[in-house]
C-alpha cells in the first residue's frame, strides 16, 4: 500500500489549494480515504474522508463549508479541495487509508491503535 500526496505550497489567505492521494496497492471497496493535518505542538486534527460515513463523504464541522473531498476510483486518487484558506490551515496535510470505521472515529479525535496506511504528508503555508 502507498499514498502520494501532492498539491500542497504556499497561497495566501483567501486563497485556494486542491490537494491529490495517489493510492496503490488497496482496494478502494474496502478501504476508505481520510485526510488529516498536523500542526506543531497541535494534536492531529482529522478533516475529511471519501466514503468513511455510510459509503459516503464526511467533512469535520471545523472545516465544512471550505473543504470538499472527491475521489476518483478510475485514478485511484482521493483529492481534498481547500477554499478560503487562512493561516490557521497552515501545517502539514496527511492522507490515511484504513476501513472507513477506523478512518471515520479518528476523524472524530477518537484515540486508537495505529493500523492502515499513511502517505508522507504535504506542507500547506497560508501567508497572511
Known amino acids: 500500500v502507498q499514498l502520494v500526496e501532492s498539491g500542497g505550497g504556499l497561497v495566501q489567505t483567501g486563497g485556494s489549494l486542491r490537494l491529490s492521494c495517489a493510492a496503490s496497492?488497496?482496494?478502494?471497496?474496502?478501504?476508505?480515504v481520510g485526510w488529516f493535518r498536523q500542526v506543531p505542538g497541535k494534536e492531529r486534527e482529522g478533516l475529511a474522508c471519501?466514503?468513511?460515513?455510510?459509503?459516503?463523504?464526511y467533512v469535520a464541522d471545523s472545516v465544512k463549508g471550505r473543504f470538499t473531498v472527491s475521489s476518483d476510483n478510475a485514478k485511484n486518487t482521493v483529492y481534498l479541495q481547500m477554499d478560503n484558506l487562512g493561516p490557521d490551515d497552515t501545517g502539514k496535510y496527511y492522507c490515511?487509508?484504513?476501513?472507513?470505521?477506523?478512518?471515520?472515529?479518528?476523524?472524530?479525535?477518537?484515540?486508537?491503535?495505529?493500523?492502515?496506511?499513511w502517505g508522507q504528508g504535504i506542507q500547506v503555508t497560508v501567508s497572511s
Open positions: 490515511h487509508a484504513d476501513s472507513p470505521y477506523f478512518i471515520l472515529i479518528r476523524i472524530l479525535g477518537v484515540m486508537t491503535p495505529e493500523t492502515g496506511q
Open positions: 496497492g488497496f482496494s478502494f471497496d474496502e478501504n476508505s
Open positions: 471519501n466514503t468513511c460515513s455510510d459509503g459516503g463523504p
